[in-house]
């Protein structure tokens, strides 16, 4: 079994925290993730699946359930069919602040993050659970990136006996998503005009967002698609990086990047069936550019921030790290095994004074290409470079 790094945040939190939420898309491994750590505790635990009509019946009187399992660890799977333990569990935790009593688990929605913001703040920590990333798969050499770049994060897509029956388990998790999952949570649309919608993004992907060009070919308003990328970004399937402009006196691109978060769901999208045949994409590298920025958002710590730069006078950056407003690292992605360093990063690197930059690419070479400039792998930078910003 792969061992999840987010394992020993779970246990700091839930000793200090009397809920803890581990949020993200289905399938991910929230599941998997809990009933491995709970075997580590020295208290009781009880695991109830809120999508079973068994499971819904023992809380038809929460309050009761609760004060009857004050010293154990209640794990509440697929919260967000039960919106309304959310109050409950307030008034419960104020009457006994027990470190770990909940851990609660969801595929995120608008609704699931207001009632338990609203209900629960200042008792309870979220930790987002992404699909594996580099250094849990252990990916050091070129095949296994390849083939983590290509299939992507998700457990079941990742550890298929064979790429053909992960690309067929990836199709079904898309067509859950858009048939049924989606509108669970809430979203209100067809499963064609879903689907549709998703293929366009991917085919945006890296690009700057244009809701006007995807509203246009849906004939859908431009409200409406901005409601469909909150919803995709809520349930963890969607990632929007907005431009850096602070303290900067130069004319800034404005408009955010749009990414899907997941490579291997990217490519079932595009209908791409080998990494050959990616390979061939015209659309590779902002490929590459998904997946590298899905690694560091995995691996990140949570005081740095991420942005991109570009200005009008040709300064960019695909990733810029920042700490607070200060700028801390600039990135340049690159998918090539010999990259050359682009003057508009230069030019990025000199207005924003950062004295960490990287260009990061497939390669496991790791060399410094100017004082202030390193090359290097993904696996690399996440492993030796990112905590040391």
């Known amino acids: 079994m792969i061992k999840r790094l987010i394992i020993n945040q779970l246990k700091q939190l839930s000793e200090f925290y009397p809920a803890v939420a581990i949020l993200g898309p289905r399938q991910v491994g929230k599941t998997t993730l809990v009933k491995e750590f709970i075997k580590t505790l020295n208290r009781e635990t009880i695991y109830l699946d809120l999508e079973k009509p068994s499971k819904l019946e023992l809380l038809e009187q929460p309050e009761r359930y609760f004060q009857s399992h004050e010293d154990d660890c209640l794990v509440l799977d697929e919260i967000q069919n039960r919106p309304e333990i959310f109050p409950v569990m307030r008034a419960m935790i104020d009457q006994h602040r027990i470190p770990g009593w909940f851990i609660i688990l969801g595929s995120a929605s608008p609704r699931l993050l207001r009632q338990s913001s609203e209900s629960l703040a200042g008792r309870i920590a979220y ?69 549709r919608f998703w293929e366009m993004i991917a085919w945006q992907n890296g690009g700057l967002l244009n809701m006007s060009s995807i509203a246009k070919s849906l004939g859908l308003t431009h409200p409406t698609i901005s409601q469909y990328i909150e919803f995709f970004e809520q349930a963890f399937l969607l990632r929007r990086i907005y431009p850096y402009s602070f303290n900067v006196k130069k004319r800034i691109v404005k408009t955010p990047k749009i990414y899907i978060n997941d490579t291997g769901v990217l490519h079932r999208l595009l209908r791409i069936t080998h990494y050959e045949q990616l390979l061939g994409f015209p659309g590779a590298g902002f490929s590459w550019e998904a997946y590298v920025i899905s690694q560091i958002f995995s691996l990140k710590p949570s005081n740095l921030d991420v942005y991109f730069y570009r200005t009008h ?26 990259p050359r360093v682009p003057k508009g990063f230069e030019i990025c690197i000199e207005d924003l004074k950062t004295k960490n930059n990287f260009i990061v690419c497939p390669s496991t070479d790791d060399y410094q290409v100017r004082h202030n400039i390193r090359v290097c792998s993904v696996y690399t930078f996440l492993e030796k470079y990112l905590n040391r910003l």
């Open 127 to 195: 930790i987002e659970l992404t699909p594996l990333n580099i250094l849990e798969i252990e990916a050091d050499s070129l095949k296994m990136l390849e083939q983590h770049h290509f299939r992507g994060g998700f457990p079941l897509a990742w550890t298929a006996p064979s790429l053909e029956q992960g690309i067929l388990w990836l199709d079904f998790l898309i067509d859950s998503y858009v048939s049924r999952d989606l509108r669970l949570l809430g979203l209100n649309a067809s499963p064609q005009v879903l689907r």
């Open 313 to 338: 006078n040709g300064a960019e950056a695909d990733l810029l790290l920042t700490r607070g407003l200060q700028p801390v690292c600039c990135i340049e992605i690159k998918f090539s095994e010999a």
